[in-house]
């Protein structure tokens, strides 16, 4: 079965600390890998997404995630964070043909000023 | 935990016929919930935001005659896709906000084929 793992569900951190949440995944065939963040009231906006090439993904607003598809992972990075960052995370991955998308259960990151 | 449970998780429709898509919230109130819509090798699309009572805020581009939705109770959201069109087929999916949520809860997902 499809299914996206964030094993972090709350992540506290103080402002210019360094971020890593993780992501794995269990998909069969080509997978297609995304990362969203939600600022709180808001909707979901992509931070970055993976279809090919260069497994290193640099994405909006400093974060960048790597593609290790020995590991089936794709974990989201940011050098140093800043207050706001707080937000929830969230890794998804579809198919190849993009017929379903699979979410993450979520990180919830707060950054202390 | 949260738990959204959206229904059905795959549907096949003729062109001309509509669809109903729902999401419920199993044990919390969902006071605002998010409907977006997948295209293939796109991310996510918001296509719109209601909230439990009122009427829902469609973002633009949306047909809000065609894409109606209903959040009538705080456990129940639809979407219904009127008169649906091969160009409709897409994979849609929930968000739910509410009281006592862990931050933001999604649903499963529905694929939509039209034919």
């Known amino acids: 079965a499809q299914s996206v793992s964030q094993h972090n569900h709350h992540v506290i951190l103080s402002e210019a600390a360094s971020l890593e949440l993780g992501c794995n995944y269990s998909y069969g065939g080509t997978v297609n890998l995304f990362w969203y963040v939600q600022y709180p009231g808001q909707h979901l906006q992509l931070l970055l997404k993976y279809f090919s090439g260069d497994p290193l993904v640099k994405g909006i607003k400093g974060f960048e995630a790597e593609f290790i598809k020995s590991k089936f992972s794709f974990n989201l990075r940011k050098p140093s964070v800043q207050w706001s960052d707080t937000a929830e995370y969230f890794c998804a991955a579809s198919n190849n043909a993009g017929n379903m998308l699979t979410f993450g259960g979520g990180t919830r990151l707060m950054v202390k000023p | ?115």
Not at chain 2, 22 to 50: G, I
Request: charged share 15%; proline share 3%; hydrophobic share 35%.
């Open chain 2, 1 to 115: 935990g949260a738990v959204v449970s959206q229904h059905p998780s795959r549907v096949i429709c003729k062109s001309g016929t509509s669809v109903k898509i729902e999401c419920r919230s199993l044990d919390f109130q969902a006071t605002t919930m998010f409907w977006y819509r997948q295209f293939p090798k796109q991310s996510l699309m918001l296509m719109a935001t209601s909230n439990e009572g009122s009427k829902a805020t469609y973002e633009q581009g949306v047909e809000k005659d065609k894409f109606l939705i209903n959040h009538a109770s705080l456990t129940l959201s639809t979407l219904t896709v009127t008169s649906a069109h091969p160009e409709d087929s897409s994979f849609y999916i929930c968000s739910a906000l509410g009281q006592g949520a862990h931050g933001y809860t999604f649903g499963s997902g529905t694929r939509l084929t039209v034919v």
